[in-house]
C-alpha cells in the first residue's frame, strides 16, 4: 500500500525505510545508516531557506516531512525531528557565525544534531528545575550537569542543545555543545523498548569549556516560547504520520464482515485530516507564542488519536495481528504508539500545564 507523500518522500527511501523498520525498532545496529539515508534525500534541508542551503518553505513543511517518513518507521521519524528541531534552533537563534559553521554538515548529515530542550521545555512551564549550571571564566564558560535522555547522539559526531543555568543569579541560556568537546560524555545506548535504532543516550556534562560563539540564544525564558511552536509542531509530525498509517492499514482490512469499522475509520481520517491543517497553518505566526495552550490541546489529540488509530487498525486485522509473520507491522506500531503519550512534553506534563491555565483564569474571573 502506498503511504507516503511523493512530493515529500522519494519513493527509495519509503522502500527503505519500509524495508528496514522492523529492525530500526528493535536493534541498534541500522542507526548508523538513518541518518544519511534521510540526509540523501534532501529531508533536512525541507523548511530551511534556500539562502542557508535548504530548500525553501517554512517550518510546517518540515512537520510534514517528518510525518512522511514517521508513517514508515517511528524511529525514523524520532531521528528526523531531534535533528530538525535542532537545525530550527540554529535558525531561530542571533548567533549567525555559529549557523554558519554548523548547519552545512547538519543538512548533509555528516554530524546529527540532537535537541537536549526536554528539561528547557519543562523549566518553561515550572515542572523541574535545569539540570545544567554554568561557571563564568574570563575567556570561557564552564558546563557541567546531565541530560538524562537525549536522541540522535551519534557516537562520532554530535552537537547537541542545552539549556544552561546562568551563573550568579543571570539569566538562563541555551548553549551547542559537541562531541568533540573535552568533559561531554555520552552514555551507551539507552536500553528502549522500542526504536532502538536512534542513538538515544544520556550526556553527563563534567567541568566542559566553552566560548561565547557557542551560544545559541543569552535568554532562555526569552527565546524557548518563540521556538517552543516549531519544537512541539515537528514532534506531532510523529503522531499524524503514525496515525496515518495505521488507519490506511485498518481501511486496506476491511471486508464484508468488519464493514462496521468503516464510519470510524472515515470519522477518525478525516479529524486528523483537520487537524493536522490546523496545526500547520499557524505553526509560523503569533497564535501558538502567544496562546501555546491551544498548541497543547492539539498535542494531546493527535496522541488520542494515535491511540484509537492503532485499535482500529488491530480491530480491522483480528487475529492475525498477533502472529508474528503477518502481525509484525501491527505489532511494531503499537510499540511505537506507547512512545506518543511520554515523549516531552508528556500528556501528564500538557495537561498539568492546561489545569493549571484554567486555575488561573477562573481565580481572575472570581477576583
Known amino acids: 500500500m502506498s503511504i507516503a507523500n511523493t512530493t515529500i518522500l522519494p519513493a527509495d527511501l519509503g522502500r527503505w525505510l519500509d524495508d528496514n523498520a522492523q529492525n530500526l525498532d528493535i536493534a541498534s545496529g541500522g542507526a548508523s545508516a538513518l541518518l544519511p539515508k534521510i540526509a540523501e534525500a534532501g529531508l533536512f534541508g525541507t523548511g530551511v531557506p534556500a539562502r542557508f542551503g535548504g530548500r525553501g518553505a517554512d517550518v510546517s513543511e518540515a512537520a510534514r516531512a517528518i510525518a512522511a517518513v514517521s508513517a514508515h518507521s517511528l524511529a525514523a521519524g524520532f531521528v528526523f525531528w531531534g535533528h530538525r528541531s535542532f537545525i530550527e534552533y ?35 512551564n515550572g515542572f523541574e528545575e535545569l539540570q545544567i549550571k554554568a561557571t563564568r571564566h574570563d575567556r570561557s564558560i564552564q558546563i557541567d550537569g546531565k541530560l538524562p535522555w537525549v536522541t540522535n547522539l551519534r557516537p562520532d559526531a554530535f552537537d547537541v542543545a542545552a539549556a544552561v543555568q546562568g551563573h550568579d543569579h543571570r539569566p538562563a541560556f541555551i548553549v551547542s555543545l559537541s562531541s568533540d568537546d573535552d568533559g561531554v560524555k555520552r552514555s551507551d545506548d539507552l536500553d528502549l523498548m522500542a526504536m532502538r535504532a536512534t542513538n538515544t543516550a544520556a550526556i553527563k556534562i563534567e567541568h566542559a569549556r566553552i566560548g ?61 485530516a483537520d487537524i493536522e491543517t490546523r496545526l500547520l497553518s499557524h505553526l509560523v505566526g503569533p497564535l501558538y507564542v502567544e496562546q501555546p495552550i491551544l498548541l497543547f490541546r492539539l498535542r494531546i489529540r493527535l496522541a488520542e488519536i494515535v491511540n484509537q488509530s492503532v485499535q482500529l487498525e488491530l480491530s480491522a486485522a483480528g487475529g492475525k495481528a498477533y502472529l508474528s509473520g503477518p502481525g509484525e507491522g501491527y505489532q511494531r506500531r503499537l510499540r511505537e504508539s506507547a512512545f506518543i503519550p511520554v515523549i516531552t512534553p508528556s500528556l501528564v506534563q500538557l495537561k498539568t500545564a492546561i489545569d493549571a491555565h484554567e486555575q488561573r483564569l477562573t481565580t481572575r474571573e472570581i477576583a
Do not use: Y
Open 90 to 124: 540554529l535558525l531561530q537563534s542571533p548567533n549567525d557565525a555559529l549557523r554558519e559553521r554548523l548547519l552545512p554538515d547538519l543538512l548533509a548529515g555528516r554530524r546529527a544534531g540532537a535537541t537536549g530542550l526536554s528539561n528547557a521545555m519543562k523549566f518553561l
Open 212 to 272: 561565547e560563539d557557542r551560544i545559541i540564544h543569552p535568554n532562555a525564558s526569552e527565546w524557548l516560547p518563540r521556538v517552543r511552536p516549531a519544537f512541539l509542531g515537528l514532534q506531532c509530525g510523529m503522531s499524524i504520520g503514525l496515525a496515518r498509517r495505521s488507519l490506511l492499514e485498518a481501511k486496506g482490512q476491511l471486508g464484508n464482515s468488519r464493514g462496521v469499522l468503516t464510519g470510524p475509520i472515515k470519522d477518525l481520517t478525516t479529524e486528523l
